[in-house]
């Protein structure tokens, strides 16, 4: 089976594996809930501050500013979340919590201070030192090292395809 789409690649295995997703019931659907969050409002938003501050040719006032503050909703949405919860769908670590770490994890190069929401940054340290994602990070910067490349016109072209 072919599939795209992150989210839906994450309940797929979820439900395969039989792991980090509830078979049936409230809490499946709480997790649902929470992964669909990330797919429709965190990443998005994100992804356009990223881009807005970072990788755009002109910067825009308006739009970092919109997307930094849409950002800093999502935060204060998901801190709260956690304010009751251990992860973000509940008591247990879910394929929510694969979707959402990743975004938050730029949070510096988003323009948020993680001190403005403890509850997301204990969550945030909780997830970051689980093995899988630890190993799954090392395996990144193995494959792409990170580093601070500057935005050429031609970096840009490639990114963007212009």
Known sequence: MSLFESGAILEYLADKSGKFLPKSGRQRYRVLQWLHWQMGGLGPMAGQNHHFRHYAPKKIDYAVERYMNETSRLYRVLDKQLDANDYVAGDDYSIADM??????????????????????????????????????YAKAEEINPANNVEMTDEARKHLFGR
């Open 99 to 136: 979707a959402i770490w990743p975004w938050i994890k730029p949070f510096e190069k988003q323009g948020q201070d993680m001190e403005d929401y403890p509850s997301l940054q204990r969550w945030f340290e909780q997830v970051g030192e689980r093995d899988a994602v630890r190993r799954a």
